[in-house]
């Protein structure tokens, strides 16, 4: 009589369960998941096998420390199984740390012996303009369409050329290592080594030896994109630029095409005003040109001496009508001193005549005679003795008397 998958996995539930009540198991953690519930997913596992481990939320809650990937710790609680799937894990209730995982202290002690080799400094610089990208990574995995559809959707025109690389399992790193140095005789701008999130297991390639020489003694930039961001892998530190994922590494070193068009006309524009601006300046300094030109031809020229003739002409004709003043004020003032001379002298001539009148009148031998003298007169008016005719009567008229005479006789003696 044959079973059914759901019948079958109930019994074993049931025989798992009840066989599996308690135990205590050793061993190494890895894919540790804190989720929001509050539960605890985990991996618990050996050189040989894993298994599965959850811690629900009241237990989680009182455990004193936070579980890292690799630490080796002894879990205490049961086997439960979930039927609808035919999963089974344990059931834990208590974790005690049993001292540090033997991957995780094999990465400390390489990243510690990497450092002091150097192997951490002189990073090489990630070139702006990329033109070929070699990506050592697996070519079906998740990654390498993560990265693909970046590089297309940010700038198409790169080349990208894949090196399809094992990147997970036993003898992984040798092959990583290869592949860094076959991508790195191909000359190419930059080199992308990577792959998807993972455990610290199967992320282990990258944390080997072999991997780091290669990245060290690579001639190419080499950029490490493994797992998550919260992942950290030899790689990181020893590469040039790390990654905290595959699509972020092309976002980082790859422009973006919608950017750089904008830069573009963000560019053009600048241009057009440093143009503008250059045929402005180029403008004024010609119109400057011009004006000097103007201001020193011949036409500048005549027009200013025309302008200082016209200037020159008119202070001489002030200087002139000042002149003309100046000359009328004196010719005004020298006719009022010949004036006053000729006054002056007329004055002084008039009071030396009367002098002379006076001196010459009281020295005149006739002024006896003229006391004697009277003025003759015919019927009223005034004559001569020379009219007079004999018989004819006549009168004598001085200041104080008239005399009635007659002409006896007449005789010249002129």
């Known amino acids: 009589m044959s079973l059914s998958v759901s019948t079958l996995n109930n019994q074993i539930k049931s025989l798992l369960e009840t066989t599996f009540l308690h135990v205590s198991v050793e061993g190494e953690v890895s894919r540790i998941t804190y989720h929001g519930s509050g539960h605890l997913y985990f991996t618990l596992k050996d050189e040989n096998s894993s298994i599965s481990c959850v811690m629900f939320r009241g ?54 012996a990497l450092h002091v080799k150097g192997y951490f400094e002189n990073k090489k610089q990630i ?16 990654a390498l369409q ?45 080199i992308v080594v990577g792959r998807g999130g993972g455990s610290m297991e199967d992320l282990w390639g990258f944390n080997e030896e072999v991997v780091a020489d290669a990245i060290h003694f690579s001639n190419t930039p080499v950029v490490s994109a493994v797992g998550h961001e919260i992942d950290y892998v030899i ?6 630029l790390r990654a905290p994922t595959p699509s972020a590494a092309m976002e980082m070193i790859l422009p973006d095409s919608s950017e750089m068009l904008m830069r573009l006309d963000e560019m053009g524009e600048s241009m057009n005003l440093i143009i503008k601006r250059i045929i402005h300046n ?37 200087l002139l009508l000042y002149l003309i003043d100046i000359k009328r004020d004196r010719v005004s003032n020298i006719l009022n001193e010949v004036n006053f001379a000729m006054k002056k002298l007329l004055h002084v001539k008039e009071n030396s005549l009367n002098s002379l009148s006076l001196i010459y009148e009281r020295s005149d031998p006739t002024k006896g005679i003229k006391e004697s003298y009277a003025q003759v007169v015919i019927n009223g008016k005034k004559t001569t003795l020379k009219s007079l005719h004999v018989n004819e009567l006549f009168e ?14 007449k005789q010249n003696i002129g």
């Not at 790689?235 to 040039?240: A, G, I, M, N």
């Open 146 to 190: 993560d990265m693909l559809r970046v590089a297309q959707k940010r700038w198409p025109l790169v080349k990208i050329t894949l090196i399809d690389t094992i990147v997970q399992g036993e003898g992984c790193g040798s092959k990583i290592a290869q592949n860094i140095q076959k991508a790195d005789a191909l000359h190419v701008d930059v």
């Open 235 to 240: 790689s990181d530190f020893v590469s040039d």
């Open 282 to 318: 180029k403008q004024e300094k010609l119109e400057y040109i011009y004006k000097m030109l103007l201001v020193h031809s011949f036409e500048s020229k005549i027009s200013i001496y025309e302008k200082e003739i016209e200037l020159m002409s008119k202070r001489y004709e002030q």
């Open 127 to 142: 070139p702006k303009v990329i033109k070929h990208i070699a990506l050592v990574t697996s070519g079906t995995g998740a």
């Open 59 to 112: 237990n989680n809650m009182k455990m004193k420390f936070r579980l890292e990937e690799g630490m080796a710790v002894i879990l205490h609680g049961s086997v439960s199984v979930y039927a609808p799937r035919g999963n089974y894990q344990i059931n834990c209730t208590r974790i005690e740390p049993a001292g540090e995982g033997a991957l995780a202290l094999a990465y400390e002690q390489l990243k510690k």
């Open 396 to 409: 004598l008229h001085n200041s104080s008397d008239i005399i009635t005479a007659k002409v006896v006789s």
